[in-house]
């Protein structure tokens, strides 16, 4: 009874045979239908970093513009200066309202509103008959700018692995960067032959269909739109009794002041206090942001291979380097004689972490709440950030007006994220040994 007939046993293989096939067919199936979604993730990653490119065009175009619009309308420096905090005062203001429509409404309409918010009013900008229709103009654009940070996080954690979160983060916010150097090197290009205001309609036309671009082609991933909570700042509470969520946000003044401290003053300190040609001095913003696209690209990197996404230590170890460059340029006169290709390149390496630490910083700050709240954890940890924005850079620049050089000031600026940084390692240690035990 134990035995099979001739017949029993080729039925038998052809039936092994049959099921061996359908589970390599499984497989490879699965395997494609792996390699298809790892496309199609970093292609919409990429997309995504579009956003910034046209925003930045327009932000970073115009204000390269000023030295024109200065001329036309014969305004002092202190006039220029308001043009950014226009423009930051009401991204902030909005920042958490925005971010709740970005949850509300969804990643997309958020990358679109936001681009096409900022393009437009820049296009506005060619028939301004003052000033202060400019200003008017930018207070208005900065409510949609309000969108466009916490659009990109959002899509950024709808689409990534927990694996790789840190360098798709990384590409995403090096779209800033990138639209920074197109916008500065284009824009006033531009207005050389056809004055400045032409040049806003081209950096304005340029967002427009890059929104289009998104509107079309940018899909969706997660919570569909109509599902999505009805706006309600009940969310906002429950964020800010995440005490861990409030103690990275903390950091966030202090690198909003080193990176717009850097932005706002580097090319002068470069001319006054170690005696380069303008020229050179203007360089050195171009080695910044090169700077700060290779931080952003590989911070990211290091925390998810390296540090196996423990942004506390990440964050600390930015926060240090930051600390180091600016005692490094605080011992930096007149009297100290560098090879310019040595200032650059430590310019360079100060950008890796006053431009670079963004994509730590939001990768730390959706990995401290649910995927829903994430537009809006992202616009509370912006209020911190233009903190440091809108006060560092003019309390610099004071310091360095009474004390004649802007030794103070870099030790000020690293003194401030000393501090920032030895609190929020304390503050944080307790979270940490906890997720030791979860792991054990």
């Known amino acids: ?19 061996e096939k359908r589970v390599v067919a499984m497989g490879s199936s699965s395997l ?24 930045d065009i327009n932000v970073q175009g115009v204000m390269a513009l000023l030295p024109f619009i200065r001329d036309e309308f014969a305004l002092s420096s202190s006039s220029l200066g ?9 991204s902030t203001l909005m920042a958490i309202i925005g971010g709740q429509f970005v949850d509300m409404l969804g990643s997309r309409r958020g990358m679109v509103g936001g681009i096409l918010s900022v393009s437009i009013f820049a296009m506005c900008h060619a028939w301004v008959p003052s000033y202060s229709y400019i200003l008017a103009l930018v207070l208005l654009s900065g409510f ?19 694996s790789s979160r840190g360098l798709a983060m990384g590409i995403s916010q090096s779209g800033g960067c990138v639209g920074a150097v197109l916008g500065a090197a284009l824009l006033p290009q531009l207005a050389v032959g056809m004055g400045w205001r032409g040049a806003v309609v081209v950096g304005g036309l340029l967002g427009i269909v890059t929104s289009l671009f998104l509107w079309f082609f940018y899909r969706e991933r997660g919570t569909a739109p ?11 509470k429950r964020l800010v009794k995440n005490r861990r969520l409030l103690f990275v946000c903390l950091l966030g003044i202090g690198f909003g002041s080193v990176n717009s401290s850097l932005l706002t003053h580097l ?15 203007g360089l050195g913003l171009s080695a910044l942001y090169l700077g ?14 390296l540090l196996k996404g423990s942004s506390r230590r990440m964050l600390f170890i930015i ?16 009297n100290v004689v560098l090879p310019t290709a040595l200032v650059l390149f430590l310019v360079f390496l100060w950008g890796t972490t006053a431009v670079g630490w963004i994509t730590s910083f939001f990768t730390a700050i959706g990995q401290l709440v649910d995927q829903e709240s994430t537009g809006t954890a992202t616009g509370l940890s912006l209020i911190f950030v233009r903190a440091g924005v809108v006060v560092s850079p003019p309390l610099l620049g004071y310091l360095a007006d009474v004390h004649g050089s802007y030794e103070l000031s870099w030790v000020f600026l690293g003194g401030l994220v000393l501090i920032l940084a030895c609190c929020f390692y304390w503050l944080t240690a307790p979270y940490e040994r906890a997720s030791y035990k979860e792991g054990a």
């Open 1 to 19: 009874m134990g035995t099979c007939s001739p017949i029993q046993r080729s039925h038998r293989l052809i039936a092994e045979q049959s099921t």
């Open 32 to 55: 494609r239908v792996g390699k298809q979604r790892e496309r199609s993730f970093w292609w919409f990653i990429l997309m995504s970093s579009l956003t910034y490119v046209a925003v």
């Open 82 to 90: 308001l043009y950014s905090s226009f423009l930051f005062l009401s």
């Open 144 to 162: 949609g700018f309000s969108l466009v940070t916490p659009s990109v996080n959002r899509a950024v954690i709808d689409w990534s692995p927990a």
């Open 226 to 236: 109509h599902t999505r909570r009805a706006f309600d700042f009940s969310a906002v």
């Open 267 to 281: 090319a002068v300190f470069l001319n006054q206090d170690l005696g380069l040609d303008k020229t050179v001095a």
């Open 292 to 305: 700060g696209i290779t931080g952003r690209l590989g911070w990211g990197w290091v925390g998810d291979r």
């Open 319 to 334: 926060c240090m380097i930051n600390v180091l460059m600016a005692g490094l340029f605080a011992g930096f006169t007149e």
